[in-house]
């Protein structure tokens, strides 16, 4: 089945670093998703990406769906401490279907 | 706009036990998902209801698990007998339609912990 994984894991920041999650698929996309969830809370949704190559940018953040429909990336500018929590990557498979499959997440974490 | 209500937001039990939880969706939200989430990883589907049929169940334990949402609005997923390695956040989700990428406005959860 299809298989999301994201690198790192972890990422412990000072708080003005930037920040970047790399989110790789085992197959072709249809379209992928970025939630955000805070400890002790629950997944909330950022975006989503259906291009090829599209890049798209919150305030801070930077989306981009690769050239192959099959990773992901987001990058975070200047982090703050209202950015801590753990942020995943959601695909839908391009072979049909509606199924999201939730990435490994990665947790960031900033100090002041 | 309300939100995605779950119900209870904790629940121990004793391994061999039975557990319920409910969902009410967003309203007008015609499909709803029952994600577990064990610590440390990414949301799982379980089970995926568009209206009240059931579109995706590849993913559920069907010897112990069952889930329904009877009239196409709020749902409930049963777990019987529970077993330890069901310690989970049970998620419930919704969103406005099925096909395409719509977003998924998730609920706060139920911590289920199986002693």
């Known amino acids: 089945g299809q298989q999301v994984m994201q690198i790192p894991q972890y990422q412990h920041v000072q708080e003005g670093e930037d920040f970047t999650t790399y989110c790789n698929s085992s197959t072709t996309l249809s379209n992928i998703q970025w939630y955000k969830q805070r400890p002790g809370g629950h997944p909330v949704f950022l975006i989503q990406?259906?291009?090829?190559?599209e890049v798209k940018k919150q305030k801070r953040l930077t989306f981009q769906f690769g050239e192959a429909k099959k990773n992901s990336s987001l990058h975070i500018t200047a982090t703050q401490t209202t950015d801590v929590g753990t942020y995943f990557c959601a695909g839908r498979g391009a072979g049909g279907g509606n199924k999201l499959t939730f990435g490994t997440g990665t947790q960031l974490k900033v100090e002041l | 706009e309300a939100g995605v209500a779950q119900s209870p937001r904790y629940k121990i039990i004793e391994k061999r036990q039975s557990v319920a939880f409910w969902c009410n969706p967003i309203s007008g939200h015609a499909t709803l998902y029952w994600y577990q989430q064990i610590l440390g990883q990414g949301p799982k589907l379980l089970i995926q209801f568009q209206n009240n049929g059931v579109v995706d169940d590849s993913q559920l334990p069907k010897d112990r698990f069952s889930a329904e949402r009877l009239k196409g609005v709020d749902s409930t997923l049963k777990i019987q007998p529970a077993k330890l390695e069901d310690s989970a956040v049970y998620l419930c989700?919704?969103?406005?339609?099925?096909?395409?990428?719509?977003?998924?406005?998730f609920g706060p959860g139920t911590r289920l912990t199986v002693l």
């Open positions: 989700a919704s969103s406005l339609g099925y096909s395409g990428g719509f977003e998924q406005f």
């Open positions: 990406l259906v291009k090829s190559g």
